[in-house]
Each structure stands twice: as structure tokens, then as C-alpha cells.
């Protein structure tokens, strides 16, 4: 990637439709539009009708082009996006146009690795903006723009600089070795430390909730014969997907789809219903099932209400459960009378409410309304355990009386730690597996 070339990418989805993007970013922007039958001096922020012209001077197609001068676009750069019709053939002709006038073909994320490099963004919010492309639930979406809005990067910036005032004044003391730090001043450094791992912790804490939200909730729904999965499963996608039979055993292999609830993606996962067999295909989906279940961040157990009641089936250590009782609209049995669990109706729909809410209530960390959720990624959470560490080393030295020197080896790893998070220091690792993950044209 070099800064000084111009790039160009077809920033719309593959396929044909109403309309496609192209974008064109970097210093020739405004050059090569002109050299394609644009405006020679294109009004900024402004959206502008321009036939594209090929090297004979044919139209390749009547466009809409909006010009952002820099510093003012998404790149902070010179920036060009034209919108033209969405077949797949003019795009194409369109994007080879401002090939042949000078521009390149965009790297992988290379849009918003600009973005970032010229200050634009920080790199928690580089990132955010796959989380908010690919985001799977409304609570998934909320927790992205609230981090492109910059909501991580704010809370560890605060952090840092708070660090930054403590090691200031760790280093004075190397500056000024005849001087020892006083136990005031060591008790004061102690608390501020104190204060920024608790913050940095609480962060820490999102970790789950944000695999949860990216990734989605693991969900395996399971039970003996006949007692409702499959019937639930059709009931939360809302259409029949899965064979629903009296005769037991109907369902021999897991059944995966993915359904939004509580605020988060469920990737759910029928399984055949747990019970003694002869039936060597059966007891192979019994094992996929009792696999699923091991391997769920959550598991709906699924019961007959009208019969009496079985035992429980096992469930993996860390596991949420729910215990849901089906068939809620005929009577009850009286093994269930007190039994606390969902009481659900797979025939009439009764309890999906109930189930949401539930749902919800397992896996944010407080029940309440949010309108602004944080949670961190795996890189984050790793870069703030060392941060974390490093902190600590820092408290146990400064109490220990060790030399300022050894205290400030301990402040300058929490501060690369949190620098990492954002990307204000230079590491070429961290933006290379960052920005490869990215689709063209962003």
C-alpha cells in the first residue's frame, strides 16, 4: 500500500441491482474523474450528473458523482464516489475506466486503513465498521455504532492518559535520582493505578458479550422424542424448516439456522431427541447432540408439559440453560405444578415474548435498557489483559520501594498495551491482520 497512489473499488455487493458504487480515493481523484468525462473542477459535496466516457469518447453510463475534498471525506483524502446502474457489466466497465486513468485497484480495506493513517478513525473504530456491516441482531448493530462513534477507543484514550500522568511522575524520580518517592506520593500513584484497572477490568468484562454479539449465541435445543424441538425451532424462525412427526425419531441429524432474539443472533442448533436404541443412525445423531450441547453457549432444554416429569438432561459447566415447558396451552401435569421454567405453546406461539426477555436477561450484564453498549473483541481483550498485568506489576513494585526504573518498565508495557487497542503506536502486525479481514471498496 503506498499513500500517494489514487484507488479504486467497486464498494457495492457482487450481483445486479438498482444501482452500484465506485470508489475512487487519493490524490488524482478529481484528475481521472475529469479524464473520465467529469468536471474538470468538481463542486465538493455536491452530487453531480456525468456521463463516463470511455478512450473513443462512448458513454459507458449516466452517473451520479460526489466529490469530497480532503480533508473533509471518509479517506481524508481526495475522494470520488459514483453511482451508476447496478449491472455487473457497466460497474465493471466503469471501474476499468479509472484504471486505465490512472488509478489502481484497492487493496483489501484499504479505504478505511486511509481512514485511519490520516487521523480519521482510530483503529477501535476501523474495526467497527465490519462489526456494523456484518452485524447479525439490532443489539449487535447498537454495540458497532456505539464503538464507531468511538466509545472504546474514548474510554481507553482516558485511561492512557491517565497513565501517561502517573509515569510522568515515575520518571521524574529516574530524572532526579537523589530523590526518593515519598510514601504520600506512593500512595497516590497506588490509587491512580488502582483506578485505572478497574476501568480497564470493567471493560474487560464486556469480552463474552461482545464473542456473543459477533459471533453469535451458540444455542442447542434439546430434549427426548417428541417433546417439541423441532415444532420450536419452526416457531422462531417463523417458518417450517424442520420435519415435524409423532413418530419418534424423525429428526437423526443436527438441523442449524440462525433467528434474532433478545437482542442477539441465536445460531440454533435441532438436535435428535435423547433416548435408548438399537438404531445404529440414531444413536450417531445422539451423539452429534450431546455434542451441540457441550459445545453451546446456551441450551433450551425442551419438555412435554403434559407428561410427567423426566429427569434433566446433562448440560456443560458454563452453560446458560433454560428449562422450557411446551404445550402450555393444553393442561398440565401435576409433576410440573411449581416447577420454575418457560412455559411455551409451539402450536399457538405463547411464551416467545417470555423466551426473549429471558433470553436477554442471560447474557447482558444488566437487564435493564442499554442504549449505548460497549464490548470489546478478542485483540482487545488480549491487549487489555496485558495492559491489566503490567498494572499490577507496577502496584507490587511501587509498594515493594523498587527502584523508579523498574516501576517505569512496568507503566511504559501497559501504555504499548492500550496503544495497541487504538493504534497509536506503529504496529505493522496488528494493522495487517486488522485490515485483511475487510471486503473491497471499504
Same mark, same amino acid.
Given at each position: 500500500?503506498? %499513500? ?42 455536491? #452530487? ?86 456484518? %452485524? ?57 493505578? *488502582? ?78 431427541? &435423547? ?22 453457549? &446456551? ?29 402450555? *396451552? ?43 453498549? #460497549? ?7 488480549? #491487549? ?11 502496584? #507490587? ?31 505493522? *502486525? ?13
Amino acid at each position: 500500500m503506498h %499513500a500517494t497512489d489514487t484507488i479504486a473499488a467497486i464498494a457495492t455487493a457482487p450481483g445486479t441491482g438498482a444501482i452500484s458504487m465506485i470508489r475512487m480515493s487519493g490524490p488524482q481523484a478529481a484528475a481521472i474523474l475529469a479524464a473520465c468525462g467529469g468536471p474538470a473542477h468538481p463542486r465538493p459535496r455536491h #452530487a453531480g450528473f456525468t456521463r463516463l466516457r470511455d478512450a473513443q469518447g462512448r458513454v459507458i453510463d449516466e452517473t451520479v458523482c460526489i466529490y469530497y475534498a480532503a480533508p473533509g471525506g471518509f479517506t481524508g483524502e481526495d475522494l470520488v464516489e459514483i453511482c451508476c446502474h447496478g449491472g455487473m457489466l457497466v460497474t465493471r466497465r466503469v471501474l476499468e475506466r479509472l484504471l486505465e486513468c490512472g488509478a489502481r485497484p484497492a487493496e483489501p480495506g484499504e479505504f478505511t486503513r486511509r481512514a485511519f493513517e490520516n487521523g480519521k478513525l482510530d483503529l477501535t473504530q476501523a474495526e467497527a465498521v465490519m462489526d456494523v456491516i456484518s %452485524a447479525g441482531s439490532d443489539l449487535a448493530l447498537r454495540a458497532a455504532q456505539s464503538q464507531l462513534q468511538g466509545a472504546i477507543g474514548s474510554r481507553v484514550a482516558q485511561a492512557a492518559d491517565k497513565l501517561i500522568g502517573i509515569a510522568a511522575h515515575v520518571e521524574a524520580y529516574i530524572d532526579f535520582p537523589e530523590e526518593d518517592i515519598s510514601p504520600d506520593t506512593g500512595e497516590s500513584l497506588v490509587r491512580g493505578l *488502582d483506578e485505572i484497572s478497574a476501568a480497564l477490568r470493567e471493560l474487560l468484562a464486556t469480552a463474552d458479550e461482545g464473542r456473543l454479539l459477533r459471533e453469535g449465541v451458540r444455542t442447542a435445543i434439546i430434549g427426548a422424542p417428541n417433546v417439541g424441538k423441532s415444532s420450536l425451532l419452526n416457531m422462531l424462525l417463523g417458518y417450517e424448516r424442520a420435519i415435524v412427526s409423532p413418530t419418534a425419531g424423525t429428526t437423526r441429524d443436527t438441523i442449524e439456522e440462525s433467528v434474532s432474539l433478545g437482542g442477539f443472533r441465536l445460531r440454533l442448533t435441532d438436535t435428535a431427541g &435423547l433416548h435408548e436404541s438399537d438404531d445404529a443412525i440414531e444413536r450417531a445423531g445422539m451423539e452429534r447432540s450431546r455434542r451441540a450441547g457441550a459445545e453451546a453457549d &446456551l441450551v433450551l432444554e425442551v419438555q412435554d408439559a403434559t407428561l410427567p416429569r423426566r429427569p434433566g438432561l446433562p448440560v456443560q459447566p458454563g452453560a446458560r440453560r433454560l428449562l422450557l415447558l411446551n404445550k402450555c *396451552d393444553l393442561p398440565e401435569h401435576a409433576d410440573w405444578q411449581g416447577v420454575p421454567a418457560l412455559r411455551i405453546s409451539c402450536a399457538t406461539g405463547a411464551g416467545r415474548q417470555e423466551l426473549e426477555q429471558a433470553v436477554a436477561a442471560l447474557f447482558l450484564h444488566d437487564t435493564g435498557e442499554r442504549d449505548t453498549p #460497549a464490548a470489546i473483541n478478542t485483540r482487545h481483550r488480549h #491487549a487489555l489483559q496485558q495492559a491489566v498485568d503490567a498494572l499490577a506489576a507496577a502496584r #507490587a513494585s511501587l509498594l515493594a520501594g523498587d527502584s523508579p526504573e523498574l516501576t517505569d518498565v512496568e507503566l511504559r508495557e501497559a501504555l504499548d498495551a492500550l496503544g495497541a487497542i487504538t493504534g497509536r503506536i506503529d504496529t505493522e *502486525d496488528i494493522l495487517t491482520r486488522v485490515f485483511s479481514t475487510f471486503c473491497l471498496g471499504k
